[in-house]
Every structure is written in structure tokens, then in C-alpha cells.
């Protein structure tokens, strides 16, 4: 039987990282049953997979999904979850105050995005040497290890996946897979202050941004709390 084919209406966007311009349909209900059974998983992996999967499946526009930094996949969805499923997010906060839970709304419009500066990703180390840095992309998010991100080892890693390149007064040195190791090893002959200098970019990376404000109603306090990152606006 020939049923009748519904058209999904098309929307537009932008990326952060280059400001190309992205068309994109609403996901459908299959889809959203596969980032429903994710986000009930909890796991980071398949929630991190969901998404992926949405985002190539609604974007019509041609690109490359590995070379997306982690905020546009991030700015992406969300705009994704506004238009297939209406602009307000339903959460569950919890009071600063008497710590119980509150169901509290926002609206996706109302969420920012922190400012992209692109110059952050350059570190210089000496007069002469410094490193570009590239914006965590889906695939070396996916090889990171969240239990070691607290360690220094977790941080090296995550400090080698992203270099772009080193330079110095002569020459640029291509950051690649064949290089890898020479790369660590460069890293790993830092001195503490360079390394920190390195580290310290990731603390630029632009992210979601949200202050949710509401009173208890338990004890009627007025609570503020900021909202930082995709994760925080599925609690």
C-alpha cells in the first residue's frame, strides 16, 4: 500500500567554529527512540553515538562530521532537539538550599553559546616556538578515557589528539597519525608552565551556556545555577 509521504519543513543554522551555513529537517520518531534509549542508558558513549547518528541523518548540507569541534556538535543537536521537538526543556533542579529536586523549564532560544575567540588556539611556549591547537572533535572525544580526565596522564592525551601543528621563525610541523609519538614526546619536554599554557586552552572552548534561576518549592529560596555544556540541559 502507497502511503502518503509527509515533507518536513527545513531550517537553517550556523556553525560556530567557520559560520557555515547549515540546512537541516526535523529527526523523526525512530530516530528519537534510538537517543531516548541513550540518554535512559546514561552512558556518554552511546548517548555521544545517538547524537552522531542524528546529526548525519537531519543534516542536509554536505560536510565532514570528524572535523566538527565538539561545540558545533553540541550547538547542532540542541538546535536539532528545538526544532523537532518544541523549545522548552524540561529539568529537574536541585535546590542550593534544601537540595530537593524542583521541575523547572527553559527555552532552548534563551541558551548561548560562549564566545569562539579562534586566536585562543594559538600557544606560544618561547619567542620563537608555539603550538596550534584544534577544538576536540567527535572522534578524539570518543577515544578519551572520561575516568583518567582528572589525571595528568588523560590530559596529556587529550593535549597530544589535538595539535595541530608546532611552529617556530622557520617552519610549521603538521600535527598527523604517522607523528603521533613525536608529538608526545614534544609535549612531554615541556616544562610545567608551557604544558599549563597548553592545557589552559581547552579552558577557552566555547560551550553552552544557561543561568537557570527559580524559587524552591519546597523552601521557597531562590536558587541561580549555571548551566555549562550539552550534558547539563538533560539532567
Known amino acids: ?17 567557520s559560520g557555515q551555513e547549515i540546512i537541516m529537517r526535523p529527526y523523526l520518531v525512530k530516530e528519537e527512540k534510538i537517543l531516548l534509549l541513550a540518554l535512559e542508558s546514561q552512558d556518554p558513549e552511546q548517548i ?47 535546590c542550593q538550599h534544601c537540595e530537593e529536586l524542583n521541575e523547572v523549564s527553559l527555552n532552548i532560544k534563551d541558551v548561548t553559546m560562549t564566545d569562539y575567540n579562534p586566536d585562543d588556539r594559538i600557544r606560544k611556549l618561547t619567542d620563537s616556538v608555539g603550538v596550534t591547537m584544534n577544538y576536540p572533535n567527535a572522534e ?57 599554557s597548553i592545557a589552559g586552552f581547552f579552558g577557552t572552548m566555547p560551550m553552552l551556556a544557561y543561568d537557570l534561576e527559580f524559587e524552591c518549592t519546597h523552601c521557597s529560596k531562590a536558587n541561580k545555577i549555571e548551566l555549562r555544556g550539552l550534558q547539563s540541559f538533560f539532567s
Open 48 to 94: 555521544a553515538l545517538a547524537i552522531r547518528g542524528l546529526i548525519e541523518s537531519c543534516i542536509e548540507t554536505e560536510f565532514d562530521i570528524e572535523k566538527l569541534a565538539g561545540f558545533d556538535i553540541e550547538k547542532l543537536f540542541l538546535e536539532l532537539r528545538s526544532i523537532s521537538v518544541g523549545e522548552k526543556i524540561a529539568l529537574n533542579a536541585k
Open 1 to 17: 500500500m502507497n502511503l502518503p509521504q509527509l515533507d518536513l519543513p527545513r531550517h537553517k543554522t550556523v556553525l560556530p567554529s
Open 140 to 196: 578524539a572525544l570518543a577515544k578519551l578515557d572520561p575516568e583518567k580526565m582528572d589525571s595528568i596522564e588523560g590530559i596529556m592525551d587529550l593535549v597530544v589528539a589535538c595539535v595541530a601543528n608546532i611552529f617556530d621563525d622557520d617552519n610549521v610541523y603538521p600535527a598527523k597519525k604517522d607523528n603521533e609519538e613525536d608529538i608526545k614526546q614534544f609535549v612531554e619536554g615541556l616544562t610545567t608552565e608551557q604544558f599549563k
